[in-house]
Every structure is written in C-alpha cells, then in structure tokens.
C-alpha cells in the first residue's frame, strides 16, 4: 500500500427503509458507494442482524463494516459519509433513534483524534450523557467501539488484528 493511504474502518447501520430499499438494500447500496471510494480493493462484512439499542429503540439493525484504503483526511472522509447518509435521507431528530443509515467512521488506521484526552472524555462518559451529548468534532477511533457488539462482529470479519491505538485490543 503506498505510504500516504490510510485504512478506514467504517461502519454500517440501518434499520428503516429508505430511497435504496428496506435496510438490507440501503446497506448494500451504501457498501458499494463506499467501496468506489477505495484505492485498493475494499474488504466487505457480511450482513447481520442486530436489535436496536437502546432496547425498544425501534426495528432490528442490518449491520456490517468495511476496510477500504483511502488518502482522504478523516474529517473529509467523515463529511463523504455524512453525504451518503444524506442520499438515503438520513434524518437526526433523536439520538440513537430509528435510521434510514448510519455510517460511523470508526478508525483511520492507529490515529487518535483529536487528542487522547479528549478521546479518554468521550470513551469514559456515562451512558447517560451518551444519550444527550455528542462531540462536535471527529473522535477517532470510535469512543465507543470497544462496546458494541454490532460494530465488533462485522469488524471481525474484516479487520480481526486491528488494534485499538488507544487501549491496545483487537477486534476478537
């Protein structure tokens, strides 16, 4: 891999139909999408099943990760996943609700953004807070990763010997 292309981890999530299709759909079309955003060939999860957190949050999720390869900035590459969350008429109006499609950019490689201390704040906060708060800027990796299973299964299949920059796990 040439020196200045950086792995992304990305992360899918839907659980409400969109202009793709039901959420199976909207996940596929939004894998490809992002697959055409790779420099190399992308390495693609298969699809799972997952109930909406927290319990009673809506329908079951179709989750899945990808690995692509990508020279793109993490904040630009954020901003290009926030416009394929926008193609499928992704709306915010609550937090953790249903979803037409959730991408989350979940690592760029072993990059800590913006800092370990603000890294440390995001991952250690309460759930409470989770539910209420949210950054505004870019936390890399995902502050919360390491807690949820619907993002580590799909991540196994793709990048089961990433390890967290942060607290120095993989995936497994």
Not at 4 to 22: H, K
Not at 63 to 87: C, G, Q, S, Y
Not at 116 to 143: C, G, M, N, V, Y
Request: contains cysteine; glycine residues 2%; hydrophobic residues 45%.
């Amino acid at each position: 891999m040439m020196a200045d292309l950086q792995s992304a981890l990305i992360a899918f999530g839907s659980n409400e139909n969109s202009v793709f299709g039901d959420p199976r759909e909207t996940v596929l079309k939004a894998m490809e999408i992002v697959t055409e955003m790779s420099a190399t060939p992308a390495i693609l999860s298969d699809l799972y099943s997952t109930p909406a957190f927290p319990k009673g949050a809506g329908p079951d999720f179709v989750n899945a990760a990808i690995v692509i390869a990508t020279a793109v900035a993490p904040d630009r590459f954020l901003e290009a996943l926030h416009k394929i969350e926008e193609m499928a008429k992704r709306t915010r109006k609550v937090r953790w609700g249903k979803r037409t499609l959730d991408l989350d950019l979940i690592a760029m490689d072993d990059l800590v953004l913006p800092d370990f201390a603000a890294h440390a704040h995001w991952r250690d906060i309460s759930l409470t807070e989770q539910q209420q708060k949210a950054p505004d800027q870019l936390i890399l990796p995902h502050p919360r990763v390491q807690d949820r299973a619907f993002v580590l299964v799909p991540l196994c299949d793709v990048a089961p010997d990433w390890v967290h920059p942060v607290l120095r796990k993989t995936v497994l």
